[in-house]
């Protein structure tokens, strides 16, 4: 393999068989399908005949063997990955994310297509992978060392590390069938990371371990990446991970490689992918509006549809007159999250900026702080002087990305549980 490529994937799929029989299956159900399978290869031949048009313009369709069902998993995927890459692969559950990291743990073959993998690769794809559950932690580790090519030095000298790092020091000697599930991960991280492998596969499994565990992961990631020159592909659905570890992103879709480029905009591409925030806007007429109706919002338009967190916010708000009589207002936007909980309310009264009516009138609204966190977000628009003159529930809607402000990687709870992010510093000095 040529250069620093240490990965070179070349139109690669796979394709599973999806059995639909509900009823058992024998011996003389296999031995009936092999005898019939003749029969079914010609029956599909005059199915693809008959579905062209008819000369009374009909499509005339046999039906399908409803026993079986072709599955494509990954389609044509094509990806070289460099020596010391961080890449994440990130899509929607059954996009072919996990398929890939197996065919290239040599779990599973390819239909078609090739792969080349230069160097040691360890991976994590799953509670217990390459332990076995009657060994103990202890006999496990020595055991992934040697399937890995360590020496019994190189094992030696990773081995105090590991199981600290593990946080499994009570139980080395006990099998593993016997450790809960986060013993469980937290062993096999530890090993795959510790042992010096070229390539470490990863995939979402980490959800499973607690905060400050994906913690201590990610870091130890990073510092295998940065300091050791280590290749590792990351597959998680936690994208503010994804931003903070990783300096490439793969979007898969349908199985199919839809995106690769530099992480945050294929973050917000599948942010955008996943959420309305793709859908184009539909203009909202005034008529079932509340308020007087002698103004009106006739848009509210966010200057991007995916800002950062701690990035300036700015909105466009175009505002018409029905009735020039009317006397002076203000305009307030009331931000709401997507579980419908309003975070705060700008209303330009407290600036001092009020809209005269007459002209066509557009007001730039900055949004400063707080910081927000990854989400998306709706805005509800209202104009008011000593009533209310217009209301738009839901008159836009845009995203925050998830590329953090800070400057560590922050466990997913903290983004999770919280409303805003919090814009702060903090400072440790000693006493006497």
Not at 60 to 74: G, I, K, M, Q
Not at 367 to 381: D, F, I, N, Q
Request: net charge neutral.
């Amino acid at each position: 393999m040529a250069g620093s490529v240490v990965i070179r994937i070349e139109n690669l799929s796979k394709k599973f068989r999806v059995d639909h029989q509900t009823s058992p299956v024998g011996l003389r159900h296999v031995l009936q399908d092999i005898a019939l399978q003749p029969a079914r290869l010609l029956r599909d031949r005059v199915r693809r005949w008959r579905e062209t048009k008819t000369g009374n313009g009909q499509v005339s369709r046999l039906p399908a063997n409803p026993r079986h069902e072709e599955f494509w998993a990954l389609r044509d995927v094509s990806l070289e990955i460099a020596q010391g890459e961080v890449v994440g692969i990130i899509g929607r559950n059954g996009a072919g994310k996990s398929t890939l990291l197996k065919i290239l743990s040599r779990i599973t073959d390819p239909t078609t297509g090739r792969i080349g993998v230069k160097g040691r690769v360890a991976s994590l794809l799953e509670v217990g992978t390459g332990f076995h559950p009657d060994l103990t932690g202890r006999e496990n580790i020595w055991l992934n060392g040697a399937i890995l090519g360590m020496t019994r030095r190189e094992i030696a000298r990773q081995f105090d590390e590991i199981v600290d790092f593990a946080g499994v020091e009570k139980f080395i000697d006990t099998p593993v069938k016997r450790y809960s599930t986060g013993m469980y991960v937290r062993l096999g991280f530890a090993v795959a990371a510790h042992l010096n492998p070229e390539i470490l596969l990863v995939d979402e499994i980490l959800s499973v371990g607690d905060g400050e565990f994906q913690k201590k992961c990610l870091g130890k990631m990073r510092e295998v990446a940065t300091g050791a020159g280590r290749t590792i592909l990351f597959v998680s659905h936690q994208l503010a991970s994804v931003v903070a570890l990783c300096s490439r992103a793969c979007l898969l879709q349908d199985g199919r490689l839809e995106a690769d480029g530099a992480t945050k905009s294929v973050v917000e591409l599948y942010q955008k992918r996943t959420s309305r925030l793709e859908e184009p806007d539909v203009p909202k007429g005034p008529e079932n509006r509340p308020g007087r109706g002698t103004m009106r919002i006739s848009s509210v338009r966010p200057e991007h549809r995916v800002f950062d967190p701690a990035g300036e916010k700015r909105f466009f708000v175009r505002i018409v007159t029905n009735d020039p009589t009317e006397s002076a207002c203000y305009l307030v936007l009331a931000f709401s999250d997507d579980n419908n909980r309003e975070l705060f309310i700008l209303d330009t009264r407290h600036v001092n900026a009020s809209i005269t009516p007459g002209q066509p009138t557009e007001v730039s609204v900055i949004l400063r702080t707080p910081w927000m966190r990854p989400g998306e977000y709706s805005v509800k628009a209202e104009l008011v002087n000593f009533d209310l003159i217009d209301g738009w529930e839901n008159a836009c809607r845009f995203g925050v990305s998830n590329e953090l402000p800070y400057s560590q990687v922050i466990n997913a709870e903290a983004i999770e549980w919280s409303l805003v992010l919090p814009e702060f510093s903090a400072s440790v000095s000693t006493t006497d």
